[in-house]
């Protein structure tokens, strides 16, 4: 009973205030959570933990001798793990250790501010790894509760309750928003990755890469994680012809195609296009490669701020190094095209070449079928023929496949997905003498009718099949199509309709007209807000606001003054907002003061630590030199002062209350 009872008490303000410090540190720590290392989580974890029980119970903090060996083990562990102690993700781990070490070292007050400082320079380090609304609207709640934890050390007397301190930090939070502003807009800006910092390299992402072998594609396709976005500046092409062209593979070693390191074919084949290109705009997510996505063919290689890109001879888009950041891009491509160019038949043998001693059956195959077929695009039709009637299937948990894999797919398993089907497939044509290749990227796309863009998942990775025809050039084949036509004809309404969540006991889309799917689109389109609108304030961006200002082809000098004097003029707004609203003095509280002024002047200041009633007391003590006309209307006036302030004048309104008390303070002038 007296240990419910010693639970049940309340607790002491440092408790209190500890604990919301704690709170605080907790807040700012937890994004970075899933990119620490796991032994670093366990580790602050346990000192926060170990910090709140000392708090709650009392208990005295850790001596320095113990807290120094673990530090410097953990600084150890730091090293071991990243090499060194530079770099954003060592620097983090450095930082978070010692903030929970810190927590357990705090004796005075500017072992606070040591925390709250450092606090606060950890939270901008959460948007080294992302900068999603998410991520801001957790920092402003951490930014709020630490303002909170802060305040509720300066109090020396009565502390106000918590709600109110969580009030006036969110006013100090909103008072610095239009200084924020200003610096967003007029702060030079700096060329540099779009929309994030630079990526250490042990960052990975996911992503086509550059090799295909059974299970790749797979993992992707159970992916719902966002590839690209994409706004058409023209009308949106059907779904069926929705092939973003990504990575060409065109060497095969009996299990995995690759990229093969030199190519003897270095010039870029001749198009003849019929149409219109489409015209359409890019946003691509972080992937750790270097290809870049457009629809086939894309006419040109896009622009882009600080990296080069090129378009390699097999219509591909390649970055000079892999995309660690998200990257916007502007790009137009015929959907329409023929192939002036034929190839060299030296160059051709490269899309011919299989590997020896693999997949006797299906070479025996190939010869089968190319004898019976009077041409190549007659060949094709028989595979692909094959495909559609015989028992294949579609499934993205296909069998194991054993060494002679293509063998094992087309004459014993038969399910797979894109990739089994295009790798089969490119090898039957090689065997017949036409040159294939492997084409990945993604197929299809799911427009958001909120705010108009395609969003392109990783679910949607593909693999096809392009195949060199005479008087053609490379024609696409995709093998999938033939098995599984639904996988390239579905269009936004059917894309995800068997997606669930929460383990699956919800379907995020079962239809159409279903609020979840509703919702979802919301929350894409308010991300995708924020993506193009605020992260993607770029350096061009703010020269075309500054222009549209009137401040054409400012200089850097220019634009700092513009900033000084925004800020000034922003601050000096708000003193003046300030200024405005501060409370008045409690009209009676200003009647009372100046009445202890008079009687200053009459030689009885009152003194610090006498109240009202004390006060009165002296000044009507008999040897009191005040003249009796002097403590007549003193009296008065305390009397009607204390009953106002301390007990109940409900006959008397307000104005005749001053009135009285201003009457009376004439009298004692």
């Known amino acids: 009973m007296k240990r419910l009872q010693s639970i049940m008490r309340p607790m002491s303000r440092d408790k209190a205030n500890t604990l919301l410090l704690l709170l605080a540190c907790a807040l700012v720590l937890a994004p970075n959570v899933s990119n620490l290392p796991p032994w670093i989580v366990a580790i602050v974890s346990v000192m926060l933990l170990w910090r709140g029980w000392i708090t709650f119970r009392g208990n005295r903090m850790p001596s320095r001798w113990l807290l120094l060996p673990l530090a410097l083990l953990a600084m150890g562990g730091v090293y071991l ?51 999603s609304l998410p991520i801001a609207f957790l920092s402003i709640i951490s930014i709020i509760v630490m303002l909170a934890a802060q305040l509720s050390f300066q109090y020396t007397d009565a502390i106000p309750s918590l709600r109110k301190r969580l009030q006036l930090a969110g006013k100090i939070l909103l008072l610095a928003i239009p200084l924020t502003i200003v610096l967003f807009l007029l702060f030079p800006r700096i060329q540099g990755p779009l929309w994030g910092m630079p990526n250490d390299t042990r960052t990975a992402r996911s992503g086509l890469s550059s090799s295909m072998s059974p299970g790749n594609i797979a993992k992707l396709a159970l992916s719902t994680e966002v590839a690209f976005r994409v706004r058409f500046i023209d009308t949106v092409p059907q779904n069926n012809q929705l092939y973003w062209r990504g990575i060409v593979l065109d ?11 030199t190519t003897r074919r270095s010039t870029l084949p001749t198009l003849q296009t019929r149409g219109e290109p489409v015209r359409y705009q890019v946003t691509q997510e972080a992937s750790s490669e270097p290809w870049l996505f457009a629809l086939e063919l894309p006419n040109a290689a896009p622009q882009l701020a600080g990296k080069f890109v090129g378009k390699t001879p097999a219509y591909e888009l390649r970055a000079a190094r892999p995309i660690t950041e998200r990257i916007r891009y502007d790009v137009a491509s015929n959907l329409a095209f023929n192939f002036l160019q034929q190839a060299d038949p030296v160059s051709l043998k490269q899309w011919l070449a299989l590997p020896e001693h693999f997949n006797p059956r299906t070479i025996e195959l190939a010869a089968q079928i190319r004898s019976k077929s009077a041409n190549q695009q007659l060949a094709i039709d028989s595979v692909l023929q094959s495909f559609r009637n015989e028992p294949f299937r579609y499934t993205l948990e296909p069998p194991l496949l054993g060494a002679n894999s293509v063998d094992d797919f087309l004459f014993s398993t038969r399910a797979g997905f894109c990739e089994h089907y295009a790798s089969a497939f490119v090898v039957l044509m090689r065997a017949m003498g036409i040159p294939a290749r492997v084409v990945t990227g993604y197929q299809g796309g799911q427009i958001n009718p909120v705010d108009g863009y395609m969003i392109v998942r990783q679910s949607d990775a593909h693999a096809w099949a392009e195949v060199w025809l005479e008087q053609r050039g490379w024609v696409r084949v995709d093998p999938t199509a033939a098995i599984a036509p639904e996988r390239i004809e579905r269009n936004a309404a059917t894309a995800a309709a068997t ?22 689109f919301q929350w894409e389109a308010i991300n995708n807000g924020w993506n193009q609108w605020v992260l993607n304030y770029t350096p061009d961006e703010q020269k075309n606001l500054l222009r549209s200002l009137g401040f054409g082809n400012i200089d850097w000098q220019t634009l700092v003054l513009l900033l000084l004097a925004a800020g000034a003029t922003v601050m000096a707004l708000l003193a003046i907002l300030l200024l405005g609203t501060r409370r008045k003095r409690d009209p009676l509280e200003a009647a009372y003061a100046q009445f202890c002024k008079q009687m200053a002047r009459h030689g009885y ?65």
């Open 499 to 520: 997606e669930t969540v929460f383990g699956g006991l919800v379907n995020a889309d079962s239809g159409p007209a279903s609020w979840l799917r509703s919702l979802r």
């Open 251 to 261: 060497q095969y070693d009996g299990r995995t195609w690759s990229k093969a390191a």
């Open 605 to 669: 200041a009152r003194l610090i630590y006498e109240g009202p009633r004390s006060y009165a007391l002296r000044l009507q003590e008999a040897d009191s030199t005040l003249s009796e006309k002097h403590k007549h209307a003193a009296g008065k006036f305390m009397a009607l002062y204390e009953k106002v302030r301390y007990g109940r004048a409900e006959q008397w309104s307000p104005s005749d209350v001053l009135s009285t008390l201003k009457s009376l303070l004439t009298q004692i002038r």
């Open 81 to 131: 793990t990243f090499k060194t102690f530079v770099g954003s993700e060592a620097g983090v781990a450095v930082l978070t250790l010692l903030l929970a070490f810190k927590l357990l070292e705090m004796h005075a007050g500017r072992d606070l501010f040591a925390v709250v400082f450092l606090s606060f320079f950890l939270l901008l380090t959460n948007f080294f790894n992302s900068q």
